[in-house]
């Protein structure tokens, strides 16, 4: 079979073994394609070869493949992969995959190898807990970077800390003087700011309940989005620094730790109410509009970089690629982090391992109320990377990226969410269920699994991989606003129209 020029490595001999549990009689059934064979090439989503091209058989299993993968990548521990041909993922053997595409056997298949994540969060399946103490709509919902605390803001102009272990009330944080628009940790887990109708933002202590300073004024409407500088641009060990994007058009960078009124720098160059504040890792800040742009700010001096023009309604939210990376910032999929560690070097390499499988690129998406979205290169690029991503009938009003930023999902007045390629912008597919408007989505942190909330009373659980629903999970008697899943992935939690904060486990 092989061609002098043709390298073969001897390794192809790993993957006639018969995978663990294979069926015999259906190793028999293929026993006249094991003789077969094809060559194949091994390649990391950045494109780059993994070896010489390998002499392998046509039957070869997913899980043949990812021994070969892990010998040639010389693994320590055995790493879980999916593969891909043709972006159609190889469920069953390779020649079914060919068989399925219709694609030839006589060519070089490129096989693209994805790494998983090495832990498995399980779903939901219960509410464990449904607690009182909003005396108003609970608008958003945030369990902290290292999954220990749980914050919650509501129209009674009131914060509140839960514990997570006993799932009781912990503190009551007042001093808004007007409902609390939307809540954000620090990366660090060490500050959570508020920000309110009432034109100001208050930063507080979780271990106290406390505020860390003075409420923070400038703005001259009320506040609808807040940002916190990622951990490893942080110039000093604890992350102070956050964007706060308002109604009246700006966007302003607090120190909370700084001298006088601690506003660092002020963005003015939006003509109408700025609707979403993020902060990326290359040292940007991104914000979006009612005027229909995006701007590109540098946070270090406040230079406006780049317009992104396309949208021709509000664009409603934004979304990183890496953002999942940066919310967690130095901890681990558990919440721990080494005695003594550089947490900045932490987040650093967590941060580039996230945005690799984009090659290596810092990617925004865009969710508008002309119900389209867009995908943008912003570091380099003020055009889009990819077609304008159609399908929904009505306003988008939210989209995330999965933790590993190969799939992006959407929420939409039009009952539905919707999956996508995270790279590419292409269609993935479809969440039919909800019977009300999806408000917002989250994401299990091993990308597996999706969370949707809705206006119809329930949140849903769905398999990623299957675009199937796992579990309807009804018990909001209103509304549901806010979710969030656990950074940990031991919970979910979710507020709404009813004034209740429920807690949901396996």
């Not at 058989?57 to 043949?64: E, G, L, R, V, Y």
Request: net charge neutral.
């Amino acid at each position: 079979r092989s061609a002098p020029d043709r390298r073969v490595l001897p390794l192809w001999l790993v993957c006639t073994c018969p995978a663990p549990g294979m069926d015999p009689k259906r190793l028999k059934e293929e026993a006249s394609s094991t003789d077969r064979h094809t060559l194949a090439q091994l390649v990391s989503e950045a494109g780059e070869t993994l070896g010489p091209p390998l002499d392998v058989p046509h039957n070869i299993s997913t899980k043949q493949l990812q021994i070969l993968c892990n010998k040639l990548l010389e693994e320590d521990d055995d790493l879980p992969y999916s593969f891909f041909l043709n972006d159609e993922e190889i469920t069953d053997t390779l020649d079914v995959a060919v068989r399925d595409q219709a694609a030839s056997m006589e060519e070089v298949l490129k096989i693209v190898y994805q790494p998983q994540a090495v832990f498995k969060v399980r779903g939901i399946s219960q509410c464990s807990a449904t607690i009182s103490g909003h005396a108003d709509n609970i608008v958003d919902v945030l369990f902290s970077p290292d999954g220990k605390h749980l914050a919650s803001g509501s129209g009674d102009k009131t914060v509140r800390f839960w514990d997570v272990w006993t799932q009781t009330p912990q503190f009551t944080c007042s001093g808004h003087k007007h409902w609390v628009q939307c809540i954000a940790w620090a990366p660090d887990s060490t500050a959570l700011a508020s920000a309110s109708r009432d034109c100001e933002v208050r930063v507080w202590d979780p271990l106290t309940g406390k505020e860390l300073c003075k409420p923070l004024c400038g703005h001259t409407k009320f506040i609808t989005s807040l940002a916190w500088e990622p951990v490893h641009l942080s110039p000093s060990d604890k992350c102070t620094r956050f964007a706060s994007a308002s109604k009246d058009g700006t966007v302003r960078v607090w120190d909370y730790r700084g001298a006088g009124t601690r506003m660092v720098v002020c963005f003015t160059q939006h003509t109408k109410s700025v609707t979403c504040v993020k902060w990326g890792g290359e040292g940007l800040i991104f914000s979006a509009s009612q005027d229909t742009t995006i701007k590109v700010w540098r946070a270090s001096d406040g230079v406006l970089c780049r317009t992104l023009t396309g949208h021709a309604h509000w664009v409603n939210y934004l979304a990183l690629n890496s953002e999942y990376a940066l919310r967690t910032g130095a901890f681990d999929e558990r919440g721990r982090i080494a005695e003594g560690a550089d947490k900045k070097k932490i987040a650093l390499e967590k941060y580039k391992k996230c945005i690799a499988s984009a090659g290596h690129k810092e990617l925004l998406a865009s969710a508008s109320e002309d119900n389209t979205m867009y995908l943008w290169e912003p570091a380099t690029n003020k055009k889009p990377i990819a077609a304008r991503m159609t399908g929904h009938q009505k306003g988008i009003n939210h989209v995330q990226f999965s933790p590993d930023g190969r799939l992006l999902a959407s929420g939409s007045f039009d009952k539905s969410a919707k999956l996508w390629d995270g790279r590419t912008g292409k269609f993935v597919g479809t969440l039919r269920a909800h019977v009300g408007p999806v408000y917002r989505l989250c994401w299990s942190g091993d990308s597996r699994l999706l969370i949707t909330g809705s206006e119809d009373s329930s949140i849903k659980l769905w398999n990623v991989k299957t675009q199937k629903m796992i579990k309807d999970l009804p018990g909001h008697s209103g509304s549901v606003y806010a979710v969030d899943w656990s950074p940990n992935g031991e919970m979910v939690a979710s507020g709404g129209a009813d004034k209740t904060l429920k807690l949901w486990k396996q």
